[in-house]
């Protein structure tokens, strides 16, 4: 399986397709069992994160109001989380069903 970064026009062969897909197909997905789920639920337990006290900022792109919550959860994410570059199609299909 080929890891980022991705050249803009280089297809990379996707792993869970046995297929190929440009940067503009790609999507990066978080490989089970830890499922970007998993790892958020199980973040707000070890860290005891009061989910009714969390403020979101933004529409598009959004980030924790608390920056001391931010760099918490993205410490404990980069620790954790086993990413994959897969294909759109199959992030969006049946790779959802386990997130």
Do not use: C, K
């Amino acid at each position: 399986m080929n890891t980022l970064p991705l050249s803009r026009g280089v297809p990379r062969d996707v792993a869970l397709l046995h297929a190929t897909v440009t940067p503009d197909e790609a999507h990066v997905d978080h490989e089970a069992p830890l499922t970007f789920r998993r790892l958020v639920e199980d973040y707000i337990e070890v860290s005891m994160v009061d989910v009714n006290a969390v403020i979101i900022l933004g529409d598009v792109e959004r980030r924790f109001a608390d920056a001391s919550l931010a760099t918490s959860w993205s410490e404990y994410h980069r620790g954790r989380a086993r990413l994959r570059v897969i294909s759109a199609r199959a992030n969006l299909g049946a790779t959802r069903q386990n997130t």
